[in-house]
C-alpha cells in the first residue's frame, strides 16, 4: 500500500482523534496525535510547579523525553519513561495547554519531533497545524468542524465515561470557546484550515459517517 501523510486539523471536539485512530488502523499506518504531546509538556510543566515563563519551559523541553508508542487501544504518551495517558487528559491539564503551546520553543521542539516521527512512513496526524505547519505537503489535509453545542456534548460524554465529574455542559462549552480563540489567534501556527484542506462539518455525522468520509478520501488518492 501506498504510504501518505493524512493531516486531520480542527478544533477541540470535532472528532479528531477517533476518526484518525480508525484510518491509521485500518490503512496499517502509524497514528500520532499531537495533541497529546503538548498535553504532556503541560503534564511535566503543572509538576515542575514553576512560573509560566518562556525560560520555564525551555528549561523543560530541553530536560523531558516525550515518546508515543502505538498500542492496540490508540497510542500511549510517555513522558519520561512513565505512561501519562490518563493524567495528560485531566482538567488542569486542560486549561493550561494551549497557553503552553503558543510557545515558541514548545513548538519548534515538538514539530521537529513530529516531523521525525512520520517522515516517509504511512501516518494520519492530527492536531492544528499539522495541514498548514507540520506537513504543508500532506497527501490528504482534512479539517474538521462542529457547532460548540456538538462538540460540548461530546466532550461532557467523554468526561462521563471517564468518571470526570463536576463540569456542566456551559462549563465545558465556554472552555473549548476559551482554548478555541487562544488556538486560532496565537502567533505561531495557530489554528487554521490550509488553502487546499477538505473541510467536513460532523455536527449531524456519526463518528462511522466522518470516518467513512475521510477513509474514503484516502484510499482514493492511494489508489491513484
Ligand atoms: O482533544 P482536544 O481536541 O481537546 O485537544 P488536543 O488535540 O489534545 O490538543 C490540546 C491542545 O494542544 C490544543 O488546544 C492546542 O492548544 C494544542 N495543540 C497545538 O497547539 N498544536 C497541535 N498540533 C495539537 C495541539
Known sequence: MKQIIIAIDGPAGSGKTSSAKIIAEK???????????????????????????SDALKEIID??????????????????????????????????????????????????????????????????????????????????TASIGARAKRRLAEYEQKGITGLGFDEIASQILERDKFDSNREISPLSKANDAIEIDTSNLTLEEQTEKIYNLAIEIINK
Open 27 to 53: 490503512l496499517d499506518y502509524i497514528y500520532i496525535d499531537t495533541g497529546a504531546m503538548y498535553r504532556a509538556v503541560t503534564l511535566a510543566w503543572l509538576r515542575k510547579k514553576t512560573e509560566l515563563t
Open 63 to 144: 530536560n523531558i523525553n516525550i515518546t508515543l508508542e502505538p498500542s492496540s487501544n490508540g497510542q500511549i504518551t510517555k513522558l519520561n519513561g512513565e505512561n501519562v495517558n490518563k493524567e495528560i487528559r485531566s482538567e488542569e491539564v486542560d486549561k493550561y495547554v494551549s497557553p503552553i503551546s503558543a510557545d515558541k520553543y514548545v513548538r519548534e521542539a515538538m514539530v521537529k519531533l513530529q516531523r521525525s516521527l512520520a517522515e516517509g512512513k504511512g501516518c494520519v496526524m492530527d492536531g492544528r497545524d499539522i495541514g498548514t505547519t507540520v506537513f504543508p505537503n500532506a497527501a490528504l489535509k482534512i479539517y474538521l
